[in-house]
């Protein structure tokens, strides 16, 4: 036989386990019950090791199908709950055309520390298969095999296809467990007036990144995530420099708050709504700020860039649905200041982005506080060594802070905290 290792002949998911044993290939292999969608239908894959083509997301759908109450099953779980010993995922053409980003994707997994649990799709040994590995797969099968890789090069699923079964393929996969620290960074400015200085207003930005892309095309391959969330992060920092010098203190106190984590699913927000520091009772709104510093330039038809927001605008999302109060000051601040322009698209149900659920204010939605998460949108340096700070409009990043800022001074200087009044949608979960 052939061996194939970690890294180019696949990517192992962080669950150990061994398997031995014939292949089946179950197209996507995605489970919807309701919508009569199971193409383990006819197959019988106990004892097997199942073959499905890679996608984060069942057929035609996104990341609104993973909502909390999806009807969908994941490939894993279905695989797993009819008796496959182990799953092998085949990347589409373009998943092997960048295959040195979905191991970077892929290839560093771990587990959530307030969790300490295993993914419910990864509960028996998975591997995304490399080049080598996939064509081994469906070498000397039928004349489908053809489709089978047209198919990959579309993504779209490759159904009515079987395995010659006369294969077999040993997976072992060993992990290895260990503890990292890190920390939020928290300050908290005390308010003037004798009561409401024990309510806050907090503030937030996340300052991880992604770390180092070794195989990264470019000769720098550290990944400084300027936008992501640098922007934030010096956004804060101003914020708190203003306050150390204002003459007086707003009536409510100020939270500034650094997530740590939030790339990793979350962390830091996670951490601190789980463990605060001061009474959760008592923050009557966050603000998060995450990616506020780029802009669409005139001209540019980028397809990736089609979401950036202009260099006088700026996405607020969230702030329509917990609080009408909360969007009204909002409004009413921003038109006596400086006039951005806000843009609301994200706060549609159906956006398949679902960046309301993206970022670290989700967490304190969840436990009831109103927020606003501030966005200039995504671009073609998301999540790439790329996101350099040449790249900052740094007049945009100034004029989205300032409002934010001013924003957070009316909220703390007002009779009554916001309130909240509307419901959160009931598959507010986790982050994906």
């Known amino acids: 036989g052939v061996a194939y290792g970690q890294g180019d002949g696949w990517i192992a998911r962080p669950t150990a386990g061994e398997a031995d044993a014939g292949l089946v290939y179950v197209s996507h292999g995605w489970v919807n019950t309701s919508r009569n969608i199971d193409p383990y239908r006819g197959l019988d894959v106990k004892g097997k090791i199942v073959v499905a083509q890679l996608s984060f997301f069942p057929p035609g759908g996104s990341f609104q199908d993973l909502r909390k109450g999806s009807t969908w099953m994941r490939p894993g779980t279905a695989a797993r709950e009819r008796g496959a010993v182990a799953i092998v995922y085949v990347p589409s053409k373009r998943g092997y055309d960048s295959w040195e980003r979905l191991k970077s994707l892929l290839g560093t997994e771990s587990l959530e520390p307030t969790k300490l649990g295993?993914?419910?799709?990864?509960?028996?040994?998975?591997?995304?298969?490399?080049?080598?590995?996939?064509?081994?797969?469906?070498?000397?099968?039928?004349?489908?095999?053809?489709?089978?890789?047209?198919?990959?090069?579309?993504?779209?699923?490759?159904?009515?296809?079987?395995?010659?079964?006369?294969?077999?393929?040993?997976?072992?996969?060993?992990?290895?467990?260990?503890?990292?620290?890190?920390?939020?960074?928290?300050?908290?400015?005390?308010?003037?007036?004798?009561?409401l200085k024990n309510e806050y207003v907090a503030f937030g930005a996340h300052y991880d990144h992604v770390g180092i892309n070794e195989t990264a095309a470019e000769s720098d391959t550290i990944?400084?995530?300027?936008?992501?969330?640098?922007?934030?992060?010096?956004?804060?920092?101003?914020?708190?420099?203003?306050?150390?010098?204002?003459?007086?203190?707003?009536?409510?106190?100020?939270?500034?708050?650094?997530?740590?984590?939030?790339?990793?699913?979350?962390?830091?927000?996670?951490?601190?709504?789980?463990?605060?520091?001061?009474?959760?009772?008592?923050?009557?709104?966050?603000?998060?700020?995450?990616?506020?510093?780029?802009?669409?330039?005139?001209?540019?038809?980028?397809?990736?860039?089609?979401?950036?927001?202009?260099?006088?605008?700026?996405?607020?999302?969230?702030?329509?649905?917990?609080?009408?109060?909360?969007?009204?000051t909002n409004e009413r601040v921003?038109?006596?200041?400086?006039?951005?322009?806000?843009?609301?698209?994200?706060?549609?149900?159906?956006?398949?982005?679902?960046?309301?659920?993206?970022?670290?204010?989700?967490?304190?939605?969840?436990?009831?506080?109103?927020?606003?998460?501030?966005?200039?949108?995504?671009?073609?340096?998301?999540?790439?060594?790329?996101?350099?700070?040449?790249?900052?409009?740094?007049?945009?990043?100034?004029?989205?802070?300032?409002?934010?800022?001013?924003l957070g001074w009316q909220i703390a200087e007002a009779p009554t905290r916001p309130k909240v009044d509307r419901q959160l949608p009931s598959d507010v979960v986790e982050a994906e």
């Not at 079964?165 to 997976?171: C, D, E, N, Q, S």
């Not at 009557?284 to 950036?308: C, F, T, W």
Request: aromatic residues 10%; contains cysteine.
């Open 223 to 328: 990944s400084n995530g300027a936008d992501d969330d640098g922007s934030g992060t010096v956004a804060l920092l101003a914020m708190a420099e203003a306050l150390a010098k204002t003459a007086r203190r707003p009536k409510r106190s100020l939270l500034f708050i650094w997530h740590c984590g939030e790339e990793k699913g979350l962390w830091g927000s996670e951490y601190f709504t789980e463990f605060p520091t001061v009474p959760l009772n008592r923050v009557v709104a966050q603000l998060n700020i995450d990616m506020i510093g780029r802009s669409k330039a005139p001209g540019d038809e980028n397809a990736r860039n089609a979401a950036l927001s202009g260099p006088h605008e700026v996405y607020a999302i969230g702030s329509r649905m917990m609080s009408d109060e909360l969007a009204a």
């Open 334 to 406: 921003n038109a006596a200041y400086l006039n951005l322009q806000f843009n609301y698209k994200y706060d549609d149900p159906a956006d398949p982005q679902r960046l309301f659920y993206r970022s670290d204010h989700i967490n304190y939605a969840k436990k009831g506080i109103p927020i606003i998460f501030f966005f200039s949108g995504l671009h073609e340096d998301y999540h790439r060594v790329s996101d350099h700070v040449e790249k900052i409009d740094f007049a945009k990043l100034e004029k989205v802070a300032r409002t934010i800022y001013v």
């Open 118 to 195: 295993t993914p419910s799709d990864v509960e028996i040994p998975a591997v995304v298969a490399g080049m080598a590995l996939a064509q081994a797969l469906f070498a000397g099968e039928t004349s489908d095999a053809e489709a089978i890789w047209k198919g990959f090069e579309s993504g779209a699923p490759v159904e009515g296809f079987a395995l010659s079964g006369t294969k077999r393929l040993a997976v072992r996969v060993v992990t290895k467990s260990e503890v990292r620290w890190t920390q939020n960074v928290v300050a908290a400015w005390p308010g003037s007036d004798t009561v």
